[in-house]
């Protein structure tokens, strides 16, 4: 996984469109508390798998990946909310106590 800049996201997710794959672009919206990654932090996957960029610095990656990849199956964006509590702070969350919104979209 690429930890590059919002230009390089789009740029990668550039050229993956134009080779051809199915791509989703999750970006981060709004972030509380204690979060790893910035309101405005992007990640880009593929429907055969790969990613570059990242909302989170690792803890709910594979969450947004799994969405993403539903997101192109389907074609429908979603906004997702990441947070923690005291019962579930070691399922997929943010340990850190924070909490972050990510939308996530198909992208034509």
């Known amino acids: 996984m690429s930890l590059g800049n919002t230009e390089d996201v789009f740029a990668i997710a550039a050229s993956w469109l134009a080779a051809g794959e199915q791509v989703a672009l999750a970006t981060v919206t709004e972030t509380w508390g204690s979060s790893p990654r910035p309101a405005g932090s992007h990640m880009a996957v593929t429907a055969s798998g790969r990613m570059a960029g990242s909302v989170s610095g690792g803890c709910i990656e594979a969450a947004v990946a799994q969405a993403a990849l539903r997101s192109i199956a389907d074609g429908n964006p979603q906004l997702l909310e990441f947070g923690v509590t005291h019962e579930r702070a070691w399922e997929v969350g ?10 996530v979209e198909k992208l034509a």
Not at 94 to 103: D, E, P, T
């Open 94 to 103: 943010l340990a850190c106590g924070g909490r972050v919104k990510v939308f």
